[in-house]
Structures are given as structure tokens and as C-alpha cells.
């Protein structure tokens, strides 16, 4: 079973439109994380959540809203895509925070 | 603020030879280190992890790496390296003090094993 899955795999959508990428964990963690990874490889986080609560948001624009329904589950919404959130978005968790965290596949988003 | 860098872009080594990928971090404390691994279209796994002790830590798939405590560093090392190597390579860093779980990443190494 895989245990931090994302969906879909890939994204491709117009400007402006509004998408969402799923994130499911099967590992009993209580942390999750969006990392988003440019063009460049670089990543970097965007969000954390540890017992369905935010305890990150590095500066991410409000465009981006994060929801977790439940611990296994977390997701992301992203309204009004523009060019540059062209990226590859990866879940993550761990089973508290500042331990390993486990990384899905990742989804990979282009906006044209 | 902290950082992780990954001195060498891209690394290429003939298969059977030994590797060393570079790490420095700049922290005032000891951080959590860990390396990272990933495959082309792929997530990232976990290769090893420093948290304490033992400051020469194995991994998986062979892999080791050391924690230099007065260099900063933590570099990853294989003995001898397969053709399944080829991947990017990521040095991350977390911070003891945080209650986030927020790992800072190098901008990666990428390796390529020659036949």
C-alpha cells in the first residue's frame, strides 16, 4: 500500500481556473506538509499541519488554501492559477514534527 | 536564517567508483540532518538521518554519511556506486528548537553514473 498518496499525478489547466490536489496518509502520522518544487529542483515548504491545525504557512499567497478534513488527509486548493504556480507539489508527513518526513509522488502542475 | 547548501550541481562518477556528495548548513545549534533521494518522475525517500550520537550514520541502498559538527557539514558517501545511483540528491535540515517540522533543503546535487 502506498503510503502518502496524491492525486492526480498530473495537473494541466488554463489561467485563472480553480484546481485541487488530494493528499491521503497511511501511516497514522499526525503531521502533514505541502512542499512545492520549481523549475530549479528547489523545494520548499508552503504548509504544515499537525493534528488537522496550521502551524506553517510560509508566505504563501491566499490563493492557495490548504484543508485537512481529518489526520490522513490533506489537501490543496488553489484558485485563480497563474503561470507561475507551474510547479511540481509534494505531500509529505511525519509522525510529529522533527522527525522524517515521508513524501508522496508529487503532483505536477502547468498552467498555461 | 538558516541554510543548506549543496556545493557541487551535478556530479558525474564512473559506475564501481566512490562517491561523495557535500552538505553545509548554517545553523547555531545541532540540527536534524537527513538526505533525501529522487528518482526521476519520483517522490522523494529518505536515505539516512542524524538527530544525535553516533556521528557516522548508514542508510539505505549503502549509503553513509558523517556529521561534522565543527565544519557544519554533513556529507554523503557510498563505497561504490551502481548505475542505479542517477538521481538528484537532497541535503535537508530541521530544527531542533521548532515545533514545525519544517526541513530546509539544499538546491540538490545531481548524480550521473557513467558505465
Known amino acids: 500500500d502506498t503510503a502518502v498518496s496524491q492525486t492526480p499525478k498530473y495537473l494541466v489547466t488554463q489561467m485563472g481556473n480553480d484546481k485541487s490536489i488530494k493528499c491521503e496518509q497511511n501511516l497514522g502520522h499526525d503531521t502533514m506538509y505541502w512542499y512545492k518544487q520549481d523549475s530549479k529542483k528547489f523545494l520548499k515548504i508552503m504548509f504544515s499541519y499537525n493534528n488537522k491545525e496550521l502551524i506553517i504557512n510560509e508566505t504563501v499567497p491566499n490563493r492557495f488554501s490548504p484543508k485537512s478534513p481529518d489526520k490522513a488527509h490533506l489537501n490543496l486548493h488553489i484558485n485563480s492559477l497563474e503561470l507561475g504556480d507551474s510547479a511540481v507539489y509534494f505531500c509529505?508527513?511525519?509522525?510529529?514534527?522533527?522527525?522524517?518526513?515521508?513524501f508522496g509522488q508529487g503532483t505536477r502542475l502547468t498552467v498555461v | 536564517a538558516q541554510s543548506v547548501t549543496q556545493p557541487d550541481i551535478h556530479i558525474t562518477v564512473s559506475e564501481g567508483a566512490s562517491l561523495e556528495l557535500r552538505c553545509n548548513y548554517s545553523?547555531?545549534?545541532?540540527?536534524?540532518l537527513f538526505w533525501y533521494v529522487q528518482s526521476p518522475g519520483q517522490g522523494l525517500q529518505l536515505l539516512l538521518k542524524y538527530f544525535s550520537g553516533d556521528t557516522l550514520v548508514q542508510g539505505i541502498k549503502g549509503f553513509e554519511a558523517e556529521f561534522k559538527r565543527s565544519q557544519s557539514s554533513f556529507n554523503l558517501r557510498k563505497p561504490s556506486v551502481h548505475w542505479s545511483d542517477a538521481a538528484e540528491y537532497f541535503c535537508a535540515v530541521a530544527i531542533s528548537s521548532s515545533n514545525t517540522g519544517k526541513l530546509i533543503f539544499g538546491q540538490g546535487t545531481t548524480l550521473q553514473v557513467k558505465p
Open positions: 509529505a508527513s511525519s509522525p510529529f514534527t522533527n522527525t522524517e518526513a515521508f
Open positions: 545553523y547555531g545549534a545541532t540540527p536534524y
